[in-house]
Protein backbone atom coordinates (compact mmCIF):
# COMPACT_ATOMS: atom_id res chain seq x y z
CA UNK A 1 0.00 0.00 0.00
CA UNK A 2 1.23 3.29 -0.68
CA UNK A 3 2.06 5.60 1.86
CA UNK A 4 -0.35 8.30 0.37
CA UNK A 5 -3.26 5.62 1.04
CA UNK A 6 -1.57 5.26 4.27
CA UNK A 7 -2.11 8.75 5.75
CA UNK A 8 -5.90 8.40 4.76
CA UNK A 9 -6.60 6.07 7.29
CA UNK A 10 -7.90 8.32 10.56
CA UNK A 11 -7.64 11.10 12.59
CA UNK A 12 -6.96 8.91 16.20
CA UNK A 13 -6.77 10.68 18.63
CA UNK A 14 -9.45 12.81 20.68
CA UNK A 15 -12.93 13.01 19.01
CA UNK A 16 -12.10 10.26 15.57
CA UNK A 17 -13.39 10.50 13.00
CA UNK A 18 -13.20 8.84 9.25
CA UNK A 19 -11.65 10.39 6.57
CA UNK A 20 -12.95 12.69 3.72
CA UNK A 21 -16.28 13.96 4.36
CA UNK A 22 -17.66 10.99 6.55
CA UNK A 23 -18.93 12.77 9.45
CA UNK A 24 -19.64 10.09 11.98
CA UNK A 25 -17.92 11.22 15.41
CA UNK A 26 -16.10 8.42 17.16
CA UNK A 27 -15.01 7.34 20.79
CA UNK A 28 -11.39 8.36 21.44
CA UNK A 29 -9.00 6.17 21.64
CA UNK A 30 -5.76 6.17 23.83
CA UNK A 31 -3.24 7.58 20.65
CA UNK A 32 -3.06 4.73 17.91
CA UNK A 33 -0.65 3.45 15.69
CA UNK A 34 -0.32 4.07 11.93
CA UNK A 35 -2.14 2.67 9.52
CA UNK A 36 -1.34 -0.89 7.69
CA UNK A 37 -2.51 -2.84 4.81
CA UNK A 38 -4.09 -6.08 6.39
CA UNK A 39 -2.63 -9.12 5.43
CA UNK A 40 -5.85 -10.73 4.70
CA UNK A 41 -9.54 -9.73 6.65
CA UNK A 42 -12.88 -9.80 5.64
CA UNK A 43 -16.36 -7.07 6.47
CA UNK A 44 -19.20 -8.25 6.70
CA UNK A 45 -22.91 -6.28 7.59
CA UNK A 46 -26.51 -6.34 6.67
CA UNK A 47 -30.23 -5.67 7.48
CA UNK A 48 -33.64 -6.10 6.89
CA UNK A 49 -35.58 -2.96 5.07
CA UNK A 50 -35.33 -0.28 7.21
CA UNK A 51 -32.26 -0.54 8.55
CA UNK A 52 -30.78 2.97 8.12
CA UNK A 53 -27.23 2.13 7.44
CA UNK A 54 -27.55 -1.13 4.89
CA UNK A 55 -30.49 0.10 4.00
CA UNK A 56 -31.75 -3.59 3.71
CA UNK A 57 -28.74 -4.69 1.34
CA UNK A 58 -25.87 -7.14 2.20
CA UNK A 59 -22.51 -5.95 2.42
CA UNK A 60 -19.19 -8.07 1.76
CA UNK A 61 -15.54 -6.97 1.55
CA UNK A 62 -12.30 -8.31 1.31
CA UNK A 63 -8.51 -7.16 2.07
CA UNK A 64 -7.19 -8.14 -1.52
CA UNK A 65 -10.12 -6.20 -3.19
CA UNK A 66 -10.37 -2.55 -1.19
CA UNK A 67 -8.11 0.12 -1.04
CA UNK A 68 -7.44 0.55 1.95
CA UNK A 69 -8.39 -2.55 5.32
CA UNK A 70 -6.98 -1.57 8.67
CA UNK A 71 -7.21 -2.55 11.97
CA UNK A 72 -5.83 -0.48 14.39
CA UNK A 73 -5.98 -0.30 18.61
CA UNK A 74 -5.85 2.08 21.63
CA UNK A 75 -2.55 2.01 23.40
CA UNK A 76 -4.48 0.95 26.81
CA UNK A 77 -6.13 -1.93 24.27
CA UNK A 78 -9.51 -0.55 25.25
CA UNK A 79 -10.50 -0.87 21.66
CA UNK A 80 -10.44 -0.69 17.99
CA UNK A 81 -11.04 1.13 14.67
CA UNK A 82 -11.83 -0.99 11.66
CA UNK A 83 -11.29 1.15 8.28
CA UNK A 84 -11.82 0.15 4.85
CA UNK A 85 -12.00 1.95 1.89
CA UNK A 86 -13.43 0.34 -0.82
CA UNK A 87 -13.51 2.36 -3.66
CA UNK A 88 -13.28 6.17 -3.98
CA UNK A 89 -16.56 7.44 -2.71
CA UNK A 90 -17.04 4.30 -0.62
CA UNK A 91 -15.66 3.74 2.56
CA UNK A 92 -16.45 2.20 5.92
CA UNK A 93 -15.31 2.93 9.80
CA UNK A 94 -16.47 0.46 12.85
CA UNK A 95 -15.52 1.69 16.42
CA UNK A 96 -15.46 -1.43 19.17
CA UNK A 97 -14.46 -0.21 22.78
CA UNK A 98 -14.90 -1.98 26.19
CA UNK A 99 -15.67 0.32 29.15
CA UNK A 100 -13.56 2.66 30.11
CA UNK A 101 -10.57 1.47 32.16
CA UNK A 102 -10.60 -2.29 30.52
CA UNK A 103 -9.15 -4.17 27.83
CA UNK A 104 -10.94 -6.11 25.46
CA UNK A 105 -10.90 -9.76 26.36
CA UNK A 106 -11.44 -12.41 23.52
CA UNK A 107 -14.50 -14.60 24.35
CA UNK A 108 -16.58 -11.81 25.77
CA UNK A 109 -19.89 -10.53 24.67
CA UNK A 110 -20.69 -6.93 25.43
CA UNK A 111 -24.06 -5.46 25.74
CA UNK A 112 -25.59 -2.21 26.32
CA UNK A 113 -22.93 -0.58 23.96
CA UNK A 114 -23.54 2.99 22.87
CA UNK A 115 -21.54 5.56 20.64
CA UNK A 116 -19.53 8.87 21.58
CA UNK A 117 -20.86 11.33 23.31
CA UNK A 118 -23.80 9.48 24.61
CA UNK A 119 -21.44 6.58 26.06
CA UNK A 120 -21.40 6.70 30.15
CA UNK A 121 -17.66 5.18 32.01
CA UNK A 122 -19.42 2.13 32.41
CA UNK A 123 -20.69 1.42 28.89
CA UNK A 124 -18.79 -0.53 25.56
CA UNK A 125 -18.47 1.77 22.40
CA UNK A 126 -19.82 0.81 19.15
CA UNK A 127 -20.41 3.21 16.20
CA UNK A 128 -20.62 1.64 12.60
CA UNK A 129 -21.17 4.14 9.16
CA UNK A 130 -19.43 5.32 6.07
CA UNK A 131 -19.99 6.59 2.95
CA UNK A 132 -21.72 4.64 0.23
CA UNK A 133 -21.35 5.37 -3.12
CA UNK A 134 -20.99 9.35 -2.04
CA UNK A 135 -23.99 9.43 0.52
CA UNK A 136 -23.20 9.66 3.91
CA UNK A 137 -24.42 6.69 6.39
CA UNK A 138 -24.68 7.41 10.37
CA UNK A 139 -26.09 7.31 13.11
CA UNK A 140 -27.04 10.36 15.56
CA UNK A 141 -27.26 7.56 18.32
CA UNK A 142 -26.35 4.04 18.53
CA UNK A 143 -27.47 0.77 20.83
CA UNK A 144 -26.25 -2.35 20.15
CA UNK A 145 -23.73 -5.31 21.66
CA UNK A 146 -20.41 -6.84 20.14
CA UNK A 147 -18.24 -10.02 20.83
CA UNK A 148 -14.60 -10.39 20.78
CA UNK A 149 -13.74 -14.03 19.53
CA UNK A 150 -10.31 -13.19 19.43
CA UNK A 151 -7.92 -10.63 19.46
CA UNK A 152 -4.23 -9.99 19.93
CA UNK A 153 -1.98 -7.13 20.14
CA UNK A 154 1.40 -5.97 19.85
CA UNK A 155 3.29 -3.13 20.73
CA UNK A 156 1.36 0.13 21.65
CA UNK A 157 -2.07 -1.48 20.80
CA UNK A 158 -0.76 -2.62 17.74
CA UNK A 159 -3.55 -5.09 16.62
CA UNK A 160 -2.48 -8.22 15.55
CA UNK A 161 -5.39 -10.46 14.90
CA UNK A 162 -9.31 -9.82 15.38
CA UNK A 163 -12.17 -11.66 15.00
CA UNK A 164 -16.00 -9.82 16.19
CA UNK A 165 -19.07 -9.25 15.85
CA UNK A 166 -21.75 -6.98 15.91
CA UNK A 167 -25.17 -5.56 16.38
CA UNK A 168 -26.24 -2.13 15.90
CA UNK A 169 -29.25 -0.31 16.65
CA UNK A 170 -29.30 3.16 14.59
CA UNK A 171 -31.44 6.30 15.37
CA UNK A 172 -33.85 4.22 17.68
CA UNK A 173 -34.50 1.86 15.06
CA UNK A 174 -35.85 -1.44 15.70
CA UNK A 175 -34.05 -2.99 12.72
CA UNK A 176 -30.55 -4.12 13.43
CA UNK A 177 -27.59 -3.91 11.15
CA UNK A 178 -25.60 -7.27 12.36
CA UNK A 179 -22.02 -7.56 11.25
CA UNK A 180 -18.90 -9.58 11.38
CA UNK A 181 -15.37 -8.44 11.33
CA UNK A 182 -11.96 -10.42 10.23
CA UNK A 183 -8.19 -9.06 10.08
CA UNK A 184 -4.78 -10.75 9.91
CA UNK A 185 -2.47 -8.00 10.45
CA UNK A 186 1.00 -7.85 9.22
CA UNK A 187 3.95 -8.66 11.80
CA UNK A 188 4.43 -5.46 14.16
CA UNK A 189 7.14 -3.26 12.89
CA UNK A 190 10.20 -2.89 15.01
CA UNK A 191 9.52 -0.32 18.00
CA UNK A 192 12.00 3.10 17.43
CA UNK A 193 15.52 2.87 19.26
CA UNK A 194 17.81 5.83 19.24
CA UNK A 195 21.10 7.41 20.79
CA UNK A 196 23.39 10.02 20.38
CA UNK A 197 27.05 11.11 20.87
CA UNK A 198 28.29 14.43 21.57
CA UNK A 199 31.75 15.08 20.18
CA UNK A 200 34.34 16.16 22.74
CA UNK A 201 35.88 19.25 20.25
CA UNK A 202 34.49 22.38 18.66
CA UNK A 203 36.14 25.18 17.09
CA UNK A 204 35.50 28.69 17.89
CA UNK A 205 35.80 31.72 15.63
CA UNK A 206 37.00 34.96 16.16
CA UNK A 207 33.58 36.55 16.81
CA UNK A 208 33.22 34.14 19.37
CA UNK A 209 30.41 31.85 17.37
CA UNK A 210 31.46 28.14 18.45
CA UNK A 211 31.30 25.17 16.02
CA UNK A 212 29.80 21.91 18.26
CA UNK A 213 28.58 18.46 17.11
CA UNK A 214 28.03 14.86 17.62
CA UNK A 215 26.08 12.04 15.71
CA UNK A 216 22.58 10.65 16.26
CA UNK A 217 21.78 6.83 15.74
CA UNK A 218 18.70 4.64 15.22
CA UNK A 219 17.17 1.57 14.03
CA UNK A 220 14.47 2.44 11.48
CA UNK A 221 14.09 6.63 10.29
CA UNK A 222 13.60 9.08 12.52
CA UNK A 223 13.54 13.10 12.83
CA UNK A 224 15.43 14.55 15.65
CA UNK A 225 14.64 17.87 17.53
CA UNK A 226 17.46 18.27 18.70
CA UNK A 227 18.60 21.12 21.61
CA UNK A 228 21.91 22.59 21.94
CA UNK A 229 23.32 24.72 24.57
CA UNK A 230 27.41 25.01 25.73
CA UNK A 231 28.91 27.41 28.67
CA UNK A 232 32.58 28.04 29.55
CA UNK A 233 33.81 29.11 32.78
CA UNK A 234 36.25 31.73 32.03
CA UNK A 235 38.64 33.90 35.11
CA UNK A 236 36.26 36.60 35.07
CA UNK A 237 32.90 35.80 33.32
CA UNK A 238 31.02 32.81 32.11
CA UNK A 239 30.11 32.18 28.39
CA UNK A 240 26.41 30.55 27.69
CA UNK A 241 24.88 29.97 24.48
CA UNK A 242 21.95 28.23 23.13
CA UNK A 243 21.47 26.88 19.46
CA UNK A 244 18.16 28.76 18.80
CA UNK A 245 15.14 29.60 20.18
CA UNK A 246 13.84 26.49 18.59
CA UNK A 247 15.08 23.23 18.54
CA UNK A 248 16.71 22.09 15.04
CA UNK A 249 16.12 19.22 13.00
CA UNK A 250 18.42 15.87 12.04
CA UNK A 251 17.11 12.92 9.77
CA UNK A 252 18.05 9.99 10.74
CA UNK A 253 18.59 6.94 8.78
CA UNK A 254 19.88 3.37 10.32
CA UNK A 255 22.83 1.61 9.66
CA UNK A 256 25.63 4.35 10.77
CA UNK A 257 25.85 7.08 12.89
CA UNK A 258 24.19 10.34 11.34
CA UNK A 259 26.52 13.31 12.27
CA UNK A 260 25.21 17.16 13.21
CA UNK A 261 26.75 20.17 13.59
CA UNK A 262 25.54 23.98 14.90
CA UNK A 263 27.07 27.02 15.54
CA UNK A 264 25.95 30.00 17.55
CA UNK A 265 27.66 32.73 19.94
CA UNK A 266 27.33 33.28 23.77
CA UNK A 267 24.12 34.77 23.65
CA UNK A 268 22.93 33.95 27.26
CA UNK A 269 25.82 35.29 28.45
CA UNK A 270 25.84 38.49 25.98
CA UNK A 271 28.88 40.35 27.91
CA UNK A 272 31.09 37.32 27.50
CA UNK A 273 32.50 35.38 24.66
CA UNK A 274 33.31 31.97 23.79
CA UNK A 275 37.24 31.58 23.90
CA UNK A 276 39.46 28.47 22.98
CA UNK A 277 40.20 25.98 25.66
CA UNK A 278 37.40 24.00 27.68
CA UNK A 279 33.85 24.22 27.78
CA UNK A 280 30.64 21.98 28.69
CA UNK A 281 28.06 21.16 25.85
CA UNK A 282 24.80 20.16 26.45
CA UNK A 283 22.20 17.97 24.48
CA UNK A 284 18.55 16.60 24.36
CA UNK A 285 17.02 14.94 21.72
CA UNK A 286 13.28 13.70 20.71
CA UNK A 287 11.64 12.06 17.83
CA UNK A 288 8.27 10.32 17.30
CA UNK A 289 7.76 6.56 16.26
CA UNK A 290 6.79 6.78 12.58
CA UNK A 291 4.94 3.47 13.66
CA UNK A 292 3.71 3.72 16.80
CA UNK A 293 2.17 6.82 19.06
CA UNK A 294 5.48 7.28 20.86
CA UNK A 295 7.78 9.86 21.51
CA UNK A 296 11.50 8.38 22.41
CA UNK A 297 14.00 10.95 23.92
CA UNK A 298 17.49 10.65 24.58
CA UNK A 299 17.71 12.31 27.61
CA UNK A 300 20.25 14.90 28.94
CA UNK A 301 23.74 14.59 27.44
CA UNK A 302 26.50 16.72 28.80
CA UNK A 303 29.97 16.43 27.95
CA UNK A 304 33.62 18.65 28.36
CA UNK A 305 34.79 19.55 25.06
CA UNK A 306 38.02 21.85 23.85
CA UNK A 307 37.10 24.41 21.84
CA UNK A 308 39.99 25.52 19.50
CA UNK A 309 40.46 28.65 16.77
CA UNK A 310 39.01 28.11 13.91
Not at 9 to 21: K, M, N, S
Not at 224 to 230: E, M, Y
Amino acid sequence: MSSGIRRRILARTAGIVAAAALAIAATPLTGTAQAHSAVSGSLNFNGEPGEPISGGQSYEYTADTVQLFDAGGGTDENGFIVAVDATEGTLWRLLISAPEGQKLTAGTTYTGAKKWPDIQPGDPGLEFGGIDNGTEKACNTTSGSFTIENIAFGPYGYVKELDATFEQYCDGSTVPLRGEVHAIMPEPPVELAIGMNLDTTGSVDKTGTITVGGDVTCNKPARFALRVSAYQIQKNATASGVAGEDAFFVDCTPGAPVPWTVSFPSNLEPDATFKSGPAVLRARGETNDRDYPVTQRTGDLSSEITLVKS
